[in-house]
């Protein structure tokens, strides 16, 4: 960006891309490393294997209470009389879209990561393809995948229609970024590889990572609020009374995002819900009271007649 689009980069921007670096070599260096030949079989184990289900089990429970507190709070809103803000739960709600959305963003990454294996274990010979073209297990992660895409990119541009970039794009990322490292970390085994000070030396890799990280979003985030802040909230725009029916900034991602920041324009906010969907009214006659006194004038003259 700033060699090619000639955009400016202060001295913090710099310093944070260093930490970023240097975190990420301390990661690389004294992280754990998966094993390289990972066939259907080893997939299978994984996911029984106790460790994983009880992390998953853990971070399910903690995102069905969200989404479940979100409902509450949504319908509270749709009862409330203002209909036009988000009155009760405001922070919830956003805590609970971003929460949701890294749920799935981090276990997309997962199963990105383990199609990818399934595929590349499938060219190594006929008989490895034969396998897992007839394993059932082959075809539900390849679905997972799809599914936390799409379920992700929904409730990340849920949040950001609502409640804008500056808070939403720096949790966003930082949250599904410490998911996706214990996820991968738990589902591989990558933990029975660590010693004691090799984690530690990880762990404070993968902090250095979350700084240098947050400190960049912040900033990337600022300027989007900045510049779009009104633009990006599409789901407080009333979409019958607005001058423009397409959605005129795509705030993070591609076709998918741009897709469902459309979808929250067109349908109903969480404090706007009753009145988003009605036609616009005609602007006002200026003539019409004057001519209403008229006739009351008229009125009164036949009746003192």
């Known amino acids: 960006s700033h060699f090619i689009l000639k955009e400016r980069m202060g001295k913090k921007d710099v310093l944070a891309i260093f930490v970023i670096v240097?975190?990420?070599?301390?990661?690389?260096?004294?992280?754990?490393?998966?094993?390289?030949?990972?066939?259907?079989?080893?997939?299978?184990?994984?996911?029984?294997?106790?460790?994983?289900?009880?992390?998953?089990?853990?971070?399910?429970?903690?995102?069905?209470?969200?989404y479940v507190g979100s409902i509450y709070y949504e319908r509270k809103n749709v009862q409330d009389e203002s209909h036009d803000t988000i009155v009760h739960g405001r922070k919830f709600l956003m805590f609970a879209y971003i929460w949701i959305g890294c749920f799935f963003s981090s276990n997309n990454v997962?199963?990105?990561?383990?199609?990818?294996?399934?595929?590349?274990?499938?060219?190594?010979?006929?008989?490895?393809?034969?396998?897992?073209?007839?394993?059932?297990?082959?075809?539900?992660?390849?679905?997972?995948?799809?599914?936390?895409?799409?379920?992700?990119?929904?409730?990340?541009?849920?949040?950001l229609s609502h409640f804008g970039a500056l808070v939403v794009i720096p949790s966003f990322i930082v949250i599904s970024l410490i998911m996706t490292l214990v996820i991968g970390l738990v589902y591989f085994e990558e933990y029975k590889t660590l010693t004691i000070s090799t984690a530690l030396l990880f762990a404070l890799g993968a902090i250095i990572v979350v700084v240098g990280v947050l400190i960049l979003s912040l900033d990337v985030a600022k300027i989007w609020s900045d510049m779009y802040d009104e633009l990006i909230k599409v789901a407080d725009v009333q979409y019958n009374g607005t001058d423009y029916k397409y959605a005129k900034t795509i705030c993070v991602g591609g076709p998918l995002s741009e897709y469902y920041e459309q979808y929250w324009l067109k349908h109903d906010g969480v404090g706007i819900r009753t009145h988003r969907h009605l036609p616009s009214l005609p602007d006002p006659d200026p003539e019409v009271p004057a001519q209403t006194l008229e006739m009351v004038e008229n009125a009164n003259a036949v009746k003192s007649d």
């Open 22 to 66: 240097a975190g990420v070599v301390i990661v690389v260096v004294f992280g754990p490393s998966a094993d390289a030949d990972v066939d259907i079989n080893v997939l299978r184990e994984y996911f029984q294997a106790t460790p994983y289900i009880v992390t998953v089990c853990v971070l399910t429970a903690i995102t069905l209470a969200a």
């Open 110 to 159: 997962l199963f990105i990561k383990a199609s990818v294996a399934i595929i590349i274990n499938s060219f190594s010979s006929s008989e490895a393809l034969k396998t897992n073209a007839s394993d059932f297990l082959s075809y539900i992660v390849i679905a997972l995948w799809v599914i936390c895409m799409l379920l992700m990119e929904f409730f990340r541009q849920k949040a």
